[in-house]
Structures are given as structure tokens and as C-alpha cells.
């Protein structure tokens, strides 16, 4: 059970490049979704799913896009990368029930730190 | 609008000593949940306790446990027995509305703890 993965770990892009970043859970849970970490700021929500087929905005969803084909995988596309979009993302999952307290904890990746020049 | 508000940048404790890290919530919801999450210096963010707004208990996870004052809309994270390795950023977040498992973070407070 490997829990939330994601990659790269690291990423460098220039301006204007676009990339994918990925994000996998074998946890077979229905939510999952993407935040950004940006110094000072907490985390903040980009966009979600709530099952394959699925998806929704966040509070900060411009320059990024998602797809959910799959319950496992929840790809983060930046579009046209921009140096506002340096940051450390975070992908988190969890199973939407509530019948226990364990089932409210999100489990969250290890982190991409993305810098884009 | 949901918030969440961390008002100590950072804190210092001793070794062996308890610590209070603050959490004030706004939320018209009837029905959330709080939590607190770990952020050591790797930056891999660890669940540490849950604490649902119809639980009539505070929530307790060994060292760590909430005190949950739901009139005052605060959820503080109070550290027992703290260790060096408690050193590391804490962060309050709430369910977002209608208690979806979007989550609402707080800017965080960095604990330092000395020996």
C-alpha cells in the first residue's frame, strides 16, 4: 500500500511551458485533490474530485487543469506555465464516508516543488 | 465565507513542556469537522487529530489533543510532553462547506522546541 504518490519531486520550467503533474492513490478512495503551498499562505485548494469523471474548481483554479479517467489517478496539468505558479503542490485523497474519524483524514502526498523562471 | 485563523506565526517551547498552538474557526455550518496537520522540514504533511462539531468529547491522540470551545469557535492543538521533533509547522484546517472534504487551511505556526 503505497498511500497518495506523486511526480517529479522537483521541477524546473521556463515561462510558457506546459507539463502534467501526476498523482496516484491505491487506496481505492473517491476524493482526491490538488493544493498549492505558497509561503505565509497555508494551503490552498486548486481543484477536486469527487469520483472518475468528476471534477470541480478550487479556490485558485486559473492556468491549471485536471481530468479524473480513473478512480487510482488524478493528473494536475499547468497549461502555460508562469512564474505565479511557483509553489509546492500537493495532491491529497480520502474516502468520503463517515463512519469512522480515520475515514475524515485526508491523506496527502509527498510534494512536487515546482519553480518556473 | 469559511476561515480560518492562526494568529501565532511561531512559537517557542522547552523540552518537556506543554504547548498551545491557537485555532479560531468561522463557519454558519451546523455540521464540520477541524483538523490538525504536521508540516516537519521534509514537507510531508501528517494528520494529527480530527475533531467533528457534534463530538462531545475533545479529541485526544497521545501527545496531542484539541480543545474544542465551540462557542468561542476555537479548536486549539495543546502539545503534552513536547520533544525535539515536535519542532516543525502546525496547520488548522476545516471541511469546507456543507462539510465536504474540501479543506480550509490556516497560514500555520511554526513550533520550535529547545532543549
Known amino acids: 500500500n503505497a498511500g497518495v504518490t506523486q511526480t517529479p519531486k522537483f521541477q524546473v520550467l521556463k515561462t510558457g511551458q506546459s507539463m502534467t503533474l501526476q498523482c496516484a492513490q491505491d487506496?481505492?478512495?473517491?476524493?482526491m485533490s490538488w493544493y498549492r503551498q505558497d509561503p505565509g499562505m497555508g494551503l490552498r485548494l486548486i481543484h477536486y474530485s469527487v469520483g472518475a469523471g468528476i471534477t470541480d474548481q478550487g479556490e485558485v483554479p486559473n492556468g491549471y487543469n485536471v481530468s479524473r479517467s480513473t478512480t487510482e489517478d488524478f493528473p494536475l496539468r499547468l497549461l502555460s506555465a508562469a512564474p505565479s505558479q511557483t509553489s509546492v503542490y500537493f495532491c491529497a485523497s480520502s474516502y468520503s464516508g463517515t463512519i469512522s474519524v480515520r475515514s475524515n483524514e485526508q491523506f496527502f502526498g509527498p510534494g512536487t516543488r515546482l519553480t518556473v523562471l | 465565507a469559511q476561515k480560518i485563523t492562526q494568529t501565532q506565526p511561531g512559537m517557542f517551547v522547552q523540552e518537556k513542556e506543554a504547548v498551545t498552538l491557537d485555532c479560531t474557526y468561522d463557519?454558519?455550518?451546523?455540521?464540520?469537522?477541524l483538523f490538525w496537520y504536521k508540516q516537519p522540514s521534509s514537507g510531508e504533511m501528517i494528520f494529527l487529530i480530527y475533531?467533528?462539531?457534534?463530538?462531545?468529547q475533545n479529541a485526544t491522540e497521545g501527545r496531542y489533543s484539541l480543545n474544542f470551545q465551540k462557542a468561542r469557535k476555537s479548536a486549539n492543538l495543546v502539545i503534552s510532553a513536547s520533544q525535539l521533533g515536535d519542532s516543525a509547522m502546525y496547520f488548522c484546517a476545516m471541511r469546507g462547506p456543507y462539510n465536504t472534504d474540501k479543506l480550509i487551511f490556516g497560514t500555520g505556526t511554526r513550533l520550535q522546541v529547545f532543549p
Open positions: 487506496m481505492n478512495h473517491e476524493y
Open positions: 463557519t454558519s455550518d451546523p455540521s464540520y469537522g
Open positions: 475533531q467533528g462539531s457534534y463530538d462531545q
